[in-house]
């Protein structure tokens, strides 16, 4: 156990765009939209990533956004988690779909090599926001 304690020392958000390639595999396999590569100067922690439509419609259809990720830089990449997509067709009275995926315990990025990646099930397009700290 270290003996310095470690704290967050500044937000963290990045943006991406995940393109609309269905990708219904829960192996990794398939395309996959990079969201956050860790850097090797100081480590990181991922908190939350929210999600929201990016056609320029904003119509969605029921599915899901599948989160993975790679400890090496490349495959093998592990399934971390799932958000439901809601159908909606945006109006005046209806919002376009957006939510937010919390993991069960915020996700470590030590180092360069820890990436994290989404694809979406249907072939839609997503905006995505990554949340978290530098930890210093």
Known sequence: MGTTP???SADLLASAA????????????GTLATLF???NAVPQRID???INAGAANGVTTAGKIRFFISTTGTAPFRKIGE?????????ATVAAFSDVWYPP????VPDANTIIYAAPHN??????????????
């Open 6 to 8: 470690v704290f967050a």
């Open 18 to 29: 995940i393109a609309a390639t269905a990708n219904t595999n829960h192996d990794g396999s």
């Open 37 to 39: 590569t860790g850097t």
């Open 48 to 50: 939350a990533i929210a």
């Open 83 to 91: 958000l439901n997509v809601i159908a909606a067709t945006p109006s």
């Open 105 to 108: 315990r915020p996700i470590a």
């Open 123 to 136: 072939a839609e397009a997503f905006v995505a926001q990554v949340y978290g700290s530098k930890l210093t």
